[in-house]
């Protein structure tokens, strides 16, 4: 096989090399398991399905799941592709009518698009009940096992083909491109969250654990006229960039149990069993607490069910989003993109070979995200 590297033209819409055998190729980076580098390998390109889009990938961010993967701390089918956190360029469509997005418009090649990070039929009956993150045709991009018949659904890999019933939509490319990366998990995450907290305007929220999804979820919650949001974090730093975000009041997560108020939302992206506690129990009447955070098996909480039962409240769980947060998060980022510094909270500039240094960087300097460009 001879390689050859894919290259970028300088206008029009970006196409997959072609080898000299005519098969176009793309480089992919495979996780094996933890301590074992990534491997760079170069694929060939499948004829596309009816329905599948070929996305050329301009730029992936490290979520935290992915560092999670990578150090052994989560267990995922391998060999597999990371990256879910993905912006792309579309390079292609399948035979077949034309595609369109979420919105019901037509996608044309060149497009810039973000993608929800699932595809799953919406005849299902749990996408019917408005949880396609759970249908049992689950498809999740940055999650699947790399077989000889399906090796391009990871960020960390120069193409990226788009199953069927994906949401898919397009981005302005005002939105600069590593902001726009994160909207397929952080922001739709965020959104999600949200959602379920119930109308937010002239509502106190309180948010524990302002890395990435919290310091979203600030911005949302500003932008969605609450009247207070209280941001709750152990390091100082995240707090501060919590204030950025539309924070009005920060607590050291120490000192939460002095304060002595009521929230009518409290959600978690921290997963911290304590502060979920401290959610539940500073509930105002009628309140919702929403937990995110704690995606890994630890032990239970203690939460006292007579104050539920008095004060009504509502505890809701969160994985993933559904299509409604995933716009919803778009809407967002196109409408406030420049007011809040989302582009000061992706870090590093690394490319696909150099994916094992940009999780060194991640894992190392812990910032909220890194960015590999392509
Ligand atoms: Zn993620």
């Known amino acids: 096989m001879i390689n050859v590297p894919l290259s970028r033209s300088e206008s029009g819409p970006l196409q997959p090399e072609v080898k000299p055998n005519n098969m176009p190729t793309a480089k992919i980076t495979i996780f094996e398991k933890a301590g074992v580098p990534l ?6 390109i499948p004829a596309l399905k009816a329905g599948e889009v070929l996305v050329r990938t301009e730029c992936t961010t490290l979520c935290r799941s992915d560092l999670a993967t990578y150090v052994g701390r989560r267990i995922e089918k391998t060999p597999t592709i990371l990256g879910h956190e993905i912006v792309g360029r579309i390079a292609a469509f399948g035979p077949g009518t034309p595609t369109r997005d979420a919105r019901g418009e037509t996608l044309h090649v060149g497009d810039r698009v973000t993608w929800a990070i699932y595809a ?15 249908s049992p045709d ?24 788009l199953r069927r019933h994906t949401p898919i939509l397009p981005l302005s490319t005002d939105v600069a491109l590593p902001v ?9 995450t965020a959104a999600g969250a949200l959602r379920l907290a119930g109308p937010i305007a002239g509502r106190r929220v309180t948010i524990w654990g302002v890395g990435m999804l919290g310091v979203v979820a600030c911005a949302m919650a500003r932008t969605a006229g609450a009247a ?8 100082p730093h995240r707090l501060n960039t919590a204030a950025r975000f539309g924070a009005t009041r920060l607590v ?8 002595d108020e009521k929230t009518d939302i409290a959600i978690d992206f921290s997963g911290n069993l304590r502060a979920m506690e401290q959610g539940v129990e500073r509930l105002a009447v009628g309140g919702t607490a929403v937990w995110v955070g704690g995606v890994f098996p630890q032990n ?3 939460i006292d069910s007579e104050r539920v039962i008095r004060n009504l409240s509502c505890i809701r769980g969160l994985h993933n989003y559904n299509a409604d947060d995933f ?4 809407s967002f980022i196109k409408a406030y993109h420049t007011d809040f510094p989302f582009d000061t909270l992706v870090k590093g500039h690394f490319t696909l070979a150099e994916a094992d240094a940009a999780f060194a960087f991640a894992l190392k300097e812990n910032p909220y995200r890194v960015a590999i460009y392509f």
């Open 180 to 188: 726009a990366a994160t909207i397929n998990c952080a922001m739709a």
């Open 228 to 235: 207070e949001i209280t941001a709750v974090d152990i390091a």
């Open 300 to 302: 239970k909480v203690h």
């Open 252 to 259: 050291p997560a120490g000192s939460f149990d002095a304060i």
């Open 327 to 330: 716009q919803y998060a778009v």
């Open 39 to 44: 491997t760079l390998k170069e694929v060939e």
């Open 138 to 161: 689950l498809f999740k991009y940055g999650h699947e096992r790399l077989t000889a018949d399906s090796t391009l659904h990871g960020g960390l890999g120069e193409y990226v083909i």
């Open 120 to 134: 799953a039929s919406p005849d299902s009956e749990l996408s019917h009940r408005g949880i396609p993150q759970k």
